[in-house]
């Protein structure tokens, strides 16, 4: 299964924008690039996903590379709410179903 | 719609006891999954369900059983506890899309189980 590298913590202020890194250098054609983030005590919380163009939704935004080698996810406004911890995550056919989960990014969000 | 629903919350074990973890969803979702996470780690896939009638092993499914009950019932069964089996259960499911690879999951809210 292909891999992803994220750092391990960011911190960002509250009403600022967020930009978290994802690379993903062994990406194969059919992979999706998904983003799931799990508050405290909490289960995963679908956040995003994208192929190939960019991607924007209610929560967030995916900026994925031209290369496909890398994306971002983008929190255009943090809040308090969303000090959670970000995985990114490679899911395409070759993954027959499964979700694998790797250490993902702790934000932390400052008032 | 309650979504994804888990039980029990909590459940405190003795070794070498069993018990089953219930997961219902009512989202018509076709593939549930069972993770385990423990603690300051990311979720581990156990074993999951591509469809009703049908499951398989993921990354860690030594120690486990399970059965699709149904299409909205997914278990999750220990047969005899261990104290490496503490950890929090989360069940998922996600609805077939039409390209492998888009589907979206959906989580429980987690069961936490300790083995004494």
């Known amino acids: 299964d292909a891999k992803t590298t994220q750092p391990n913590s960011m911190e960002s202020n509250e009403e600022e924008p967020v930009h978290l890194p994802c690379n993903h250098s062994?990406?194969?054609?059919?992979?999706?690039i998904h983003w799931y983030r799990q508050l405290p005590s909490q289960g995963p919380e679908y956040v995003i996903h994208?192929?190939?163009s960019n991607v924007n939704n209610r929560m967030a935004s995916l900026a994925i590379a031209e290369d496909r080698k890398s994306s971002t996810l983008i929190l255009h406004r943090a809040t308090l709410r969303d000090a959670a911890v970000y995985y990114c995550?490679?899911?395409?056919?070759?993954?027959?179903?499964?979700?694998?989960f790797g250490q993902g990014t702790t934000l932390q969000v400052k008032p | 719609n309650a979504g994804v629903t888990q039980t029990p919350k909590f459940q405190v074990l003795k070794t070498g006891q069993s018990m089953t973890l219930q997961c219902a969803q009512d989202?018509?979702?076709?593939?549930m999954y069972w993770y385990r996470q423990d603690p300051g780690m990311g979720l581990r896939l156990i074993y999951y369900?591509?469809?009703?009638?049908?499951?398989d092993k993921g990354e860690v499914p030594n120690g486990y059983n399970v059965s699709r009950l149904n299409k909205r019932e997914f278990s999750l069964r220990l047969e005899s506890a261990a104290p490496s089996q503490t950890s929090v259960y989360f069940c998922?499911?996600?609805?077939?899309?039409?390209?492998?690879?888009?589907?979206?999951?959906?989580f429980g809210a987690g069961s936490r189980l300790t083995v004494l």
């Open positions: 994208g192929l190939t």
């Open positions: 998922a499911s996600s609805n077939r899309a039409s390209r492998a690879g888009a589907n979206v999951l959906t």
């Open positions: 062994t990406i194969s054609g059919t992979d999706y």
């Open positions: 369900s591509a469809s009703e009638g049908t499951t």
């Open positions: 995550i490679l899911y395409g056919s070759g993954n027959t179903g499964k979700l694998i």
């Open positions: 989202m018509n979702h076709n593939s």
